[in-house]
């Protein structure tokens, strides 16, 4: 059995979290693209990683899925 504490391996690389964190605040695509210094087309990039490794087709559903997971917050 592990120790209090341990966290098993985060599904989401620090760059899928950060475009999730800011989707969850309602920004679009170009906004969070300017946010974080990347091209939209990263920013789908990075939506559709994450969907496929959460097995979901959408976006809501993929935030659903991490809220529920306790991989985001609100």
């Not at 989707?23 to 994450?50: G, P, Y």
Request: hydrophobic share 35%; glycine share 6%; net charge positive.
């Amino acid at each position: 059995m592990k120790e209090d504490g341990y966290r098993p391996t985060q599904i989401l690389t620090k760059r899928e979290r950060e475009v999730f964190e800011l989707l969850v605040q309602d920004k679009t695509t170009r906004e969070i693209a300017k946010e974080l210094f990347i091209s939209e087309k990263t920013v789908r990039n990075h939506i559709s990683n994450a969907m496929q490794k959460l097995g979901v087709k959408g976006r809501s559903q993929a935030v659903v899925e991490l809220l529920r997971m306790g991989e985001l917050e609100l």
